[in-house]
């Protein structure tokens, strides 16, 4: 198993510009969620999906921000517009059940820079 | 608002020695609690998972243990090696929102 895969690993864009990250969870895994890493505030949930259906978005923090899973083996997050303040790590999580019923396993996560 | 905390924020010690990493949350309404290890650049690792009804859970040099009535845990490494270096956090899922709420962990140096 190849384990939870996220691209890009690294991506550096101009403020305004629209960025995509992309989510394979593993398969046979029927949640998928998406954090945000900073020093700042540690990690924060922003969405997570069960069977492809969003159930809780109030982490995403504006609507700049959404998310699609539009089948079991993938999903993405995109932000539009990217702002500096964007700036942070975001992973990519999947598991069998819910958050903490069975263990969450990470991607390595997409770096993300905004300038 | 369930707030969880870790101290130490860093933590260095000599090979060998035994420690302990702490955890503390605001809320003891929780259904469970997870330790979790990242490497740098890497995502998060599941260590161990702790059922609410549980008090310690036990994998090879590691063993966690939990008091939910005082809201602390703690993450007990053994024999610490250099490749036990990492950062260490704590997650707990509360049972009024059912999310995974993270400390901000500790940095775990292991010198030769």
């Known amino acids: 198993d190849a384990g939870v895969i996220q691209s890009p690993r690294h991506e550096v864009t101009e403020m305004g510009q629209e960025v995509t990250l992309r989510c394979k969870p593993i398969?046979?895994?029927?949640?998928l969620f998406w954090y945000r890493q900073t020093m700042m505030r540690g990690l924060e949930l922003l969405i997570y999906?069960?069977?492809?259906?969003?159930?809780?978005d109030s982490g995403m923090p504006e609507d700049r921000f959404s998310a699609k899973m539009p089948n079991a083996s993938f999903s993405t997050l995109k932000i539009q517009p990217s702002e500096p303040r964007d700036s942070a790590v975001y992973f990519c999580?999947?598991?069998?059940?819910?958050?903490?019923?069975?263990?969450?396993?990470f991607g390595n996560g997409t770096r993300l820079t905004v300038t | 608002k369930q707030e969880v905390t870790q101290i130490p924020a860093a933590l260095s010690v000599p090979e060998g020695e035994n420690l302990v990493l702490n955890c503390s949350f605001t809320?003891?309404?929780?259904?469970?609690l997870q330790w979790f290890r990242q490497d740098p650049g890497k995502g998060l690792t599941s260590l161990l998972l702790?059922?609410?009804?549980?008090r310690e859970q036990t994998s090879g040099r590691l063993n966690a243990s939990l008091d939910k009535s005082s809201g602390r845990s703690t993450l007990y490494i053994a024999a610490s090696q250099p490749g036990d270096s990492a950062t260490y956090l704590c997650?707990?899922?509360?049972?009024?929102?059912?999310?995974?709420?993270f400390g901000q962990g500790t940095t775990l140096q292991v010198k030769p």
């Open positions: 398969s046979g895994h029927d949640y």
């Open positions: 999906f069960n069977n492809n259906v969003p159930i809780d």
């Open positions: 997650a707990v899922i509360s049972s009024n929102t059912g999310k995974l709420i």
């Open positions: 809320d003891s309404a929780i259904y469970n």
């Open positions: 999580a999947s598991s069998l059940g819910p958050q903490g019923g069975s263990p969450l396993h």
């Open positions: 702790i059922q609410s009804s549980q």
